[in-house]
């Protein structure tokens, strides 16, 4: 499993993204959909639907969930329990391995090992700007709906969106690919802190057309979690229960894919060290979301 003792850097995650892929090459395929700015790769992992778990009458996969991790440099338990959850998937498959499952635990690479080595409390990625002084573009402010109606034309704001939708290599990078996945029916982009599952919109307090079904699947996460650590989670929506902000991962997924699922989680803590999550709480975190994400994959395919 991927260390629980610390959090790992960029390298350590390929590697283990790399050995997960080529000790299980009948169902684990490892892509790069793309370079981040300053030119690292940015990792999809494909984790097939496992064979003999699918029965004669019916061959094909019943759909696809997506898993966004670290595309918040600072937001470590993000891309660390992605990969946790990965691992889970490809490990212990049970009645859920016959979906196809598309995991990207590090979707910001230069913010995360900028954040590690330079800046603990980085946010964006690490693009030049117009202004000299003031790099990085937020990237849950860059996606192609919406943008620019909740967020910063001020590249030197944490939440600069940057200068057009879609102007980062890496929210190109995600949203290709992630246009191209089949049957796309949840995604879930884990970020920190707050512990809250939030389901969209984002850029809008008007209430969503079929928010009893998210809230349901929301319910079934937080519940779980509630049942493994005694964490509590809280269900609401991104514009009422936080602040708005437009040109995000989630509304995007939501409305342009027609994903019928799509949440942004926010992980541990509820605000005692916030970003700085001590490493003590990787393993915790990681059995919560594990046990979270089963729970509302079982209530949404019922
Ligand atoms: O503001 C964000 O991007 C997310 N919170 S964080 O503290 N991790 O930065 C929340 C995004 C929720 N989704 C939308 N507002 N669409
Ligand atoms: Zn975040």
Excluded at 166 to 179: D, G, I, K, W
Excluded at 226 to 232: E, Q
């Amino acid at each position: 499993a991927p260390l629980k003792s610390s959090y790992m850097t960029f390298e350590q995650m390929e590697r283990y993204m790399m050995d997960l892929a080529s000790n299980n090459p009948a169902r684990v395929q490892l892509t790069s959909i793309g370079k981040s700015f300053e030119g690292r790769d940015i990792w999809m992992v494909h984790v097939s639907p496992d064979g003999s778990r699918i029965s004669d009458s019916d061959s094909a996969s019943p759909g696809s969930v997506w898993i966004e991790g670290g595309l918040h440099a600072r937001e470590w338990i993000s891309p660390s329990s992605t990969l946790h959850l990965l691992h889970e998937r490809v490990t212990a498959c049970d009645s859920q391995c016959d979906l196809d499952y598309y995991f990207v635990p590090i979707a910001n690479p230069d913010g995360y090992e900028y954040s590690r080595t330079t800046d603990r409390m980085w946010r964006k990625n690490r693009a030049v700007t117009t202004r000299s002084d003031c790099g990085g573009v937020d990237l849950n402010r860059n996606w192609d709906y919406k943008f620019g109606v909740g967020a910063s034309s001020d590249p030197c704001s944490e939440t600069y969106m940057g200068p057009a939708a879609f102007s980062e290599p890496e929210t190109r990078a995600l949203s290709n690919a992630m246009s191209k996945v089949d049957n796309l029916k949840l995604m879930i982009t884990f970020h920190s802190f707050g512990q809250a599952v939030l389901y969209p919109w984002g850029w809008t307090n008007e209430p969503i057309e079929d928010k009893e079904q998210l809230v349901r699947a929301g319910n079934a996460f937080a519940d779980a979690a509630m049942r493994i650590t005694g964490k509590s989670y809280a269900v609401e929506n991104s514009a009422g229960g936080l602040y708005f902000a437009s040109g995000a991962t989630d509304d995007w997924a939501k409305k342009v894919l027609n994903a019928p699922y799509s949440f942004t989680i926010e992980l541990r803590d509820s605000g005692m060290n916030g970003f700085i999550l001590d490493a003590s709480e990787i393993g915790p975190t990681a059995r919560e979301v594990v046990a979270g994400v089963s729970a509302l994959i079982s209530e949404i395919r019922k």
